[in-house]
């Protein structure tokens, strides 16, 4: 027989594995630093928080957070040429253009050092001329230029300086300033052209020159050169947000955590609580189930007793006698089952007051029988509270109690009576005889049955339970059993 192969594991098996793995541990360490925010208080929480502050300001630029690393590189930059200056540009002489006058204009103006004075201006049939005049100790010897041709004008004085204008004949003053004026014009017309002429070739022997030094540069080449650069590398930049955010996310958490773990710890206390209840609450029906061990074969034997007795003196009872007695197994067997088995009818432990009564009527019946006209018993329970809940065994251990320790030691017998009703708000089961009295008879027990159902009422019911002893009038012991008024379906709901 071959051995069976190993399970085979798949990568998504073995990486879901690992990932369960470290999400526990991360949760681990989360309740762990919680439970720690939780624990201290929230001065020593600021006082850490500004330690640390003040830690990682001062280690945030220091290694391992922070480094720099220093190298020597190698760049290529163009090779550095003297620049050559640019030869200004001679502005244009300015066109002649034709005027608004059918004559040309023509001006000369006067040059330096050839002993001229002044300008004559000569207005003729070719237009308006003027020359410059020429001193009177000029070369030549004469005071003055020449007019023009045909003028008609005389010379002027030798000491004459300025501008002087000969004019044709016939030609009026305004034909002399409307010819004047409109050389004006054209002449600063001509100037503005030859300024906007000169700026133009300005801008183009710039770019020209610029064009020039951008192809010298180029024709020059490049170099290589060697610099120390410096590289700065870590994490110090975000060391101190990163800081400011766990301590504000530890503060949210300490704030928070707290009243969760309150709540987990009342939980955990209310479960302990209900547990402890529930352990009591089973110990006191074991103790119980116990005590109705002891008292059922004690109680069954005197009956069968009985009946075997009356079989030959009194049939009629003997039957009676036999036929409650089945009764009373047929109620008393659930019980006893349920509580052996650690239940009770309902999920409470509770059942309703009905089944209670259907043991305490024939048990009443076969008391009667054996101990004749020395008991007389009344049971007065509405029928509208037989559904009530109430716990079990408790009205059978009183009866028990009150025939036993009152009823029976007494010679003359008495009186036994159980009663239901409703009072405040809750149900009330009083337990009442006529006996001797309460720890009067030889036969008095310690009080154990009583005790236990304190105690069970204070599991069930807690405060809202109660039993009381009372001395009944003219004799006899009076027990209430005070419960919250439900009923069976309610509970259950």
Do not use: C
Not at 324 to 341: F, H, Q, V, W
Request: hydrophobic share 40%.
């Amino acid at each position: 027989m071959t051995a069976p192969a190993p399970p085979v594991t798949t990568d998504a098996a073995l990486w879901r594995q690992r990932w369960q793995r470290f999400s526990a541990a991360v949760v681990r360490a989360f309740h762990a630093y919680a439970s720690w925010l939780v624990s201290i208080s929230w001065r020593r929480f600021l006082l850490l928080a500004l330690l640390l502050l003040i830690v990682v300001g001062i280690v945030h630029d220091m290694p391992p957070f922070t480094w720099t690393v220093t190298e020597q590189v190698e760049e290529r930059v163009p090779r550095a040429s003297a620049p050559r200056p640019a030869k200004p540009a001679e502005p244009p002489a300015p066109p002649a253009k034709p005027g608004g006058v059918d004559v040309p204009i023509r001006i000369e103006p006067p040059k330096k050092g050839d002993g001229s004075e002044g300008l004559d201006i000569s207005i003729g049939k070719d237009g308006i001329r003027i020359t410059p005049r020429r001193a009177a100790s000029a070369p030549g010897g004469a005071a003055s230029a020449p007019a023009a041709p045909g003028s008609g004008a005389s010379a002027a004085p030798a000491d004459d300086v300025g501008v002087r204008i000969t004019l044709p004949p016939g030609v009026t003053s305004e034909a002399v300033r409307d010819a004047v004026e409109v050389a004006r014009r054209e002449v600063e017309e001509a100037l503005r052209e030859a300024r906007e002429e000169a700026e133009q070739a300005r801008r183009e022997a710039e770019a020209a020159r610029d064009e020039a030094e951008r192809a010298l540069s180029g024709l020059a080449g490049t170099e290589t050169r060697k610099r120390r650069r410096v590289t700065r590398f870590g994490i110090g930049d975000f060391l101190m947000q990163f800081t400011v955010l766990w301590l504000l996310g530890s503060a949210l958490i300490k704030g928070t955590y707290k009243g969760r773990m309150q709540a987990e710890r009342q939980a955990a206390r209310a479960t302990e609580t209900a547990e402890s209840e529930s352990l009591k609450r089973q110990v006191v029906e074991a103790r119980m189930a116990a005590m109705q061990a002891q008292v059922e074969p004690h109680f069954l034997f005197n009956t069968l007793a009985s009946i075997d007795h009356l079989i030959e003196t009194d049939a009629a009872r003997a039957s009676q006698m036999q036929r409650n007695l089945i009764a009373l197994l047929r109620a008393s067997m659930p019980t006893m089952r349920e509580t052996a088995g650690g239940g009770t009818g309902t999920s409470n432990g509770l059942r309703d007051l009905g089944r209670e009564l259907a043991v305490i009527r024939p048990y009443l019946e076969i008391l009667k029988v054996r101990m004749e006209e020395r008991l007389a018993t009344e049971i007065d329970v509405p029928e509208g509270l037989h559904s009530a809940e109430f716990p079990p065994m408790m009205i059978q251990t009183l009866v028990e109690n009150a025939i036993k320790h009152g009823l029976e030691p007494k010679a003359e017998g008495g009186r036994l009576s159980v009663k239901a009703q409703i009072v405040h708000g809750k149900l009330q089961v009083v337990v009442a005889d006529t006996g001797l009295g309460f720890g009067k008879a030889a036969t008095a027990g310690t009080g154990v049955g009583l005790a236990n159902i304190r105690e069970r009422l204070q599991l069930h019911y807690g405060p809202k339970a109660s039993l009381t002893v009372a001395e009944n009038s003219p004799s006899g012991t009076v027990v209430t059993i005070t419960v919250p008024y439900k009923m069976v379906g309610e509970a259950q709901a």
